[in-house]
């Protein structure tokens, strides 16, 4: 079945770059996603990629995709305190399915 | 986007009883999903509802549990039946709206505890 593996945790400086990495293992991975949970909340849905694309960037973010590896990669550009939360990569083979999610990678940003 | 709200936002049930939850969509939707995150846990699906059909479960979770009403395009209900301290858990309901491309939203879900 499909996995999806992530690093449990990234501590970071303020004003750093951030990277949290993910990789998954299920070749029919057509779209990607990158949701944040900050504590006691829902998740917020903060990009997605296809398959076809290498890479995306919006704002501070950029994902990065390594289909061959299966690796994908969100990049938080100038982190800030408020960037400390829970981040989790998801994948789906196609529209209207259900979401696979790794286990989440709680991000900490030190002032 | 959707703007989703789930009622309640939290409660605390004893053992045995059950729970039902709500959600509501500003808009309306074919595809509802639910999911669970247990206490630390990642993200995963009980099952998808769609308006007009029977829900369908992923493995490890049945109807008798988890019964799932989807009455209309814009809401659904989770029941928590019989319940057990391990079904204390946040309980989401997410959405992919039409026009919305890939997007999948989620509620604020709703965190479970069972004394």
């Known amino acids: 079945g499909e996995d999806v593996e992530q690093s449990l945790f990234l501590s970071v400086r303020e004003g750093d770059s951030s990277v949290i990495n993910c990789t998954y293992t299920?070749?029919?991975?057509?779209?990607l996603y990158w949701y944040k949970q900050e504590p006691g909340a829902g998740l917020q849905l903060l990009t997605y990629?296809?398959?076809?694309?290498d890479m995306k960037q919006d704002q501070r973010l950029t994902v990065l995709l390594n289909k061959k590896d299966k690796h994908l990669s969100l990049r938080i550009a100038d982190t800030q305190t408020g960037d400390s939360a829970i981040y989790f990569c998801a994948e789906t083979p196609a529209a209207g399915n259900k979401l696979t999610f790794g286990g989440g990678t709680r991000v900490l940003v030190k002032p | 986007s959707a703007v989703i709200s789930q009622k309640p936002s939290r409660d605390i049930c004893q053992r045995g009883t059950s729970l039902t939850i709500q959600c509501q969509v500003d808009s309306q939707v074919t595809m509802m999903f639910w999911y669970r995150q247990q206490p630390g846990q990642s993200l995963t699906l009980i099952a998808t509802a769609n308006q007009g059909s029977e829900a369908t479960y992923e493995s490890g979770f049945v109807i008798d549990k988890f019964p799932i009403s989807r009455p209309n395009l814009t809401f659904s209900t989770l029941t928590v039946s019989n319940l057990s301290p391990e079904d204390s858990s946040i309980y989401l309901c997410?959405?992919?709206?039409?026009?919305?491309?890939?997007?999948?939203?989620f509620g604020p879900g709703t965190r479970l505890t069972v004394t």
């Open positions: 299920d070749s029919s991975s057509t779209y």
């Open positions: 990629i296809f398959s076809n694309m």
């Open positions: 997410s959405v992919e709206p039409a026009g919305a491309g890939l997007e999948q939203y």
